[in-house]
């Protein structure tokens, strides 16, 4: 596979991954809708670096001790299952109502960013995904440490396009998005969403 095949096969994979919602998508469209495009876009920011931190894990060859340790796997696993089921239960508990000044104070820019990083960290797919995927696209007699970053970046950049689009759809429905009841149905749902991805995070395998 040459250089340029390599590039444009991992960007249309990259891409069809980054389309198919997950739960990045619901992370930025619900805090887009709530807290506002602004918050959503530091959630992305730490959704990408979740990713670069896998790539350099990938890099060095930590990586590959998810695809071959069933206990790491299932440790990882298991974290990322409690963290999401955190996130949901406190979205279904306390749902907001609205989202004044105040709210805002109480969570921080970088608390959201924090957020995204730990949602990808923290789930193990990802890693067993970096691992088995991106050394098929890595051209023969290059290096897998400099194209480990370069394809890590590129799905970073197609994942940020994304977010982008995801955060401006947001916004010409922000009107009726911000509604008392609207906040809590979708803060609700939001939260059932993230008990069933940490659900489906705890009964997988490798």
Not at 18 to 25: A, F, I, Q, R
Not at 33 to 62: M, N, P, T
Not at 87 to 92: E, F, P, S, T
Not at 171 to 181: E, I, P, Q, Y
Request: aromatic letters at 10%.
């Amino acid at each position: 596979m040459t250089v340029n095949d390599s590039l444009f096969a991992f960007s249309l994979a990259a891409l069809l991954l980054t389309l198919t919602p997950g739960l990045d998508t619901a992370l930025i469209l619900r805090t887009a809708c709530a807290e506002g495009g602004k918050k959503a876009f530091h959630a992305a920011l730490g959704i990408d670096a979740g990713c670069f931190v896998w790539g350099v894990l990938v890099a060095l060859g930590l990586g590959a001790l998810l695809a071959v340790s069933e206990m790491a796997y299932t440790v990882l696993k298991v974290c990322g299952a409690v963290y999401l089921s955190w996130l949901g239960l406190q979205l279904l508990i306390r749902p907001r109502s609205s989202f004044s000044n105040g709210d805002d104070n109480n969570v921080s820019q970088g608390s959201w960013f924090i957020r995204g990083m730990l949602g990808n960290v923290l789930n193990p797919k990802m890693g067993i995904f970096y691992v088995s995927f991106l050394p098929q696209f890595i051209p023969a007699g290059h290096s897998p440490l400099i194209w480990t970053f370069i394809l890590v970046s590129i799905h970073v950049a197609i994942g940020t396009i994304w977010s982008v689009t995801l955060i401006l759809s947001t916004h010409f429905a922000s009107a009726v998005l911000k509604k008392s009841r609207v906040v809590r149905v979708m803060d609700r749902a939001t939260g059932g969403l993230f008990l069933c991805f940490a659900a489906k995070l705890a009964i997988s395998t490798r």
